[in-house]
Every structure is written in structure tokens, then in C-alpha cells.
């Protein structure tokens, strides 16, 4: 499945921070944050993968708070983990 960052939000009800320009990047599926692709979104749900982001090349990545100093699109959501759609 392939959805823009901004589909993605609007299918997950996330708020979406970030550049307005990046949010027409496609997503192409889901990865750990050590080895998530530029077209893959990750999930932050510790302060353990907040620390992992600096080196995550992942193109956008799905977070109950904004993450500071993360330059990437950050989908905020109350719940993280469930959010994927199947």
C-alpha cells in the first residue's frame, strides 16, 4: 500500500508536524527505526527510540508527542503502536 504522509494522517486522525512540502512523500510500508527506509515510517513509543531517530533514516515516523529536533514528518497520535491500518 502507498499513501502520502498527509493520507496517512488523515486515515489515522494524527496531526501532522512538520514541512508542508514533505507531506506529498509516499509511504510505502513500516519499519524499526534502525532500518527503516526513506518510503517507510517508523514508531517511537520510548524514550529508547527517541535516542535511535538521530540515526534512522526513515522518511517520516509516528509519535504520541512531537519529537524536537527531528527534521522529518512526525505523525502525533494519541496511540501509536495501533495506529497502522492493516
Avoid at 527503516?36 to 529508547?48: L, N
Avoid at 535516542?51 to 497520535?77: C, E, W, Y
Wanted: proline share 6%.
Amino acid at each position: 500500500m502507498k499513501l502520502t504522509i498527509e493520507q496517512l494522517a488523515g486515515r489515522l486522525d494524527a496531526e501532522l508536524v512538520g514541512q508542508a512540502a514533505e507531506a506529498a512523500r509516499e509511504i510505502t510500508g513500516v519499519g524499526p527505526i534502525n532500518t527503516a527506509g526513506q518510503s517507510e515510517i517508523t514508531f517511537v513509543t520510548s524514550d529508547k527510540h527517541k535516542a535511535m531517530l538521530g540515526q534512522s533514516q526513515a522518511g517520516a515516523v509516528i509519535a504520541a508527542v512531537k519529537i524536537a529536533d527531528f527534521g522529518r514528518p512526525q505523525l502525533k497520535i494519541c496511540l501509536p503502536m495501533p495506529a497502522w491500518p492493516a
